[in-house]
């Protein structure tokens, strides 16, 4: 039995499609006698819109990344979908505003996406497969779809099948409803499914025994048969394959783009949702049970990778870390003595150690899911920490070399101004850490808690204005399909929206020059700074309560628990001048503070130049010129 695999665009060009990967390795396992081909399509969008004008990988960013949430890289293939070079131009102009090239380019790609669509096809019929899958994560429904019905147009008796996060339960059921050329739709984890619709395909029986699949029978009744009730276990969670990525993109103008990556996955669901689920996340679909492979498997795989296709930049796909890997897969990754660099999704109130051991293991760039440095708020999200909480990561990831990615959120039921204007205030004290990347309104997800509790405050929802643009589908239909929702505008007003992305951008733009470092002495601390809103450059603290107060506030503490800490040291405790030291550190931007909490913001120094330090009988012409003295 032939199978081909198809990865459309819009998915990420310098990585290799995880699920189909895994869907190649979990057939070959299962039916070793099936031909199993993946085609990277996105890689041959790519090419062959370079053939014809000129376009960067900025320009594909665009549409696989930048403009998700507005659907335009969907829409580019609507026009081959629905065979109209003109589809809802007008809706476009109206939802997306862009600049005038960028829309001439759109427009073009729109008006020859059917060309490509049916070339893409032809070539599919032409290795005359039994069986063609499409992989459907973000913005590649509207391309699959596309070629699904171009390639049942020119050899009807393929078998069509569709899966990914986009056919997750009732959107795995409205996609077989309502596009009769796709004629398998899996719903749920695809290692044991999938190899089960191959398996019925060739023996001719058995679809109603294969777990969440959408099917016809023998009248072209729909059929919906349950999914799995409990997820795949550990074990059954196979490593991917893949072979001919690497080869096609050698031969593609992306390989003088990108630097490739691999795609690991070490676990699903996650651990923190199981027991307070992030009110606005989404992400983990059906099944939120956090399950991870051993230690010793998952290092295999990824070393077996590594190996087989001399790559050390990797995405591990986990939506959180398993805290269990810090004491059992980081140390092995140590002392392999690779020099991995991985992008991984931790919780923000992992320690500095932790972080230590992530740096040295490689994992140079993590997502710690931040989303906003207010207590108030974060609590409304369910996320289990504080602002204090959240800027200390930011300061810990700083000083162990971390790259940070994180955004701000805000319009949670519940919130006021009152949660962000503060923020605002003192984001000048942090522009020497890593910056915001954006700033957003939430969009309510399929799967999340605001989409299934309506108590919570988002009672009427609407599938995202970028659906109606994309499908000639009824609202009930598009209910259905769609992922994100809109709903009346909760929480803060765009005036403080508008504050936010303006105070992120300022962040953005003096991070490159910004600088506060603190380097611990013993007996005294020597803190540095180089940013434009302070007008200091050097902190010399040689009171030893002074020194004993600012390593309390290394982690975040109230300003009674300061007092009776000191108290407990044997010092002075008087909460005045607990008070006064921090209002003066506050204004001097070495604390962040908020709900009554304070935290200290400036990471260790790793400059060896700023021990230099004179010695108190040191010639004073000899003093380091950042020894300059610091206003009261």
Sequence with gaps: MRIVLIN???????????????????????????????????????????????????????????????????????????????????????????????RAMTLELHETAAEFVEETARRIAESNPDLV???????????????????????????????????????GEAIHRNFPFVDHVLRGEGEVAFPALVRALRDGGGLGEVPGLCWRDGDGTAVVNPMAT???????????????????????????WVDPKLVVEGARGCWWGEKHHCTFCGLNGSFMQFRSKSPEVFWDEI??????????????????????YVRTLLPAIIESGYDLRMQYEIKSNMNRGQLATLAAAGLVNVQPGIEN??????????????????????????????????NYLYGFPGEAEDDYGSVIEQMPALHHLPPVEGVARIVIERFSPYFNRPELGFAELAPGAQYAMNYDLPHTELMDLAYLFTSAMLGVDERTGDRLRAAARRWQAEFPTSRLTHTDLGDRILLVSRRTGFDWTSLLLDDPWEVALFRLLDQPHA?????????????????????????????????????????????????????KLPRPDADPEHAHPDLEEVPA
């Design 559 to 611: 300003p009674a628990a300061l007092s009776r800490k000191l108290a407990a040291a044997g010092l002075d405790a008087d909460p005045g001048r607990v008070a006064d030291t921090l209002a003066r550190w506050l204004r001097l931007g070495v604390l962040f503070t908020e709900c009554d909490t304070y935290v200290h913001v400036a990471p260790i120094s790793r400059n060896q130049d700023l021990m």
């Design 133 to 171: 899958g499409f992989t459907s994560t973000f913005q590649q429904n509207v391309p699959a779809l596309a070629v699904a019905r171009a390639l049942k147009r020119i050899a009807p008796h393929i078998r069509v099948a569709m899966g990914g996060a986009n056919c997750d339960g009732v959107q």
């Design 373 to 406: 440095l207010n207590s108030r708020v974060l609590k409304i999200m369910d996320k289990g920490v504080t602002g204090c909480h959240n800027v200390r990561m930011l300061r810990d990831a700083a000083s162990e070399g971390l790259s940070i990615a994180w």
């Design 8 to 102: 459309m665009p819009w998915a990420l060009i310098d990585v290799p499609s995880l699920a189909l990967g895994i869907l190649s390795t979990a057939v070959r396992r299962a039916v070793p006698d099936a031909e199993v081909e993946v085609v990277q399509a996105n890689l041959d969008y790519v090419d062959w819109i370079a053939e014809r004008r000129s376009f960067t990988v900025r320009d594909y960013h665009f549409y696989s990344l930048d403009t998700y949430f507005q659907g335009v890289g969907d829409w580019v293939f609507t026009s081959a979908l629905y065979d109209d070079p003109h589809w809802r131009v007008d809706e476009l102009a109206e939802l997306v505003p862009m600049p005038d090239e960028q």
């Design 303 to 324: 070393a077996h990778l590594v190996r087989e296709h001399q790559v050390l930049d990797m995405f591990v796909v986990d939506n959180i870390l398993d805290m269990g």
């Design 230 to 256: 409990t997820p795949l276990a550990p074990a059954q969670i196979v490593a991917p394959n893949y072979d001919g990525y690497f080869e096609r993109l050698d031969e593609s103008v992306v390989r003088d």
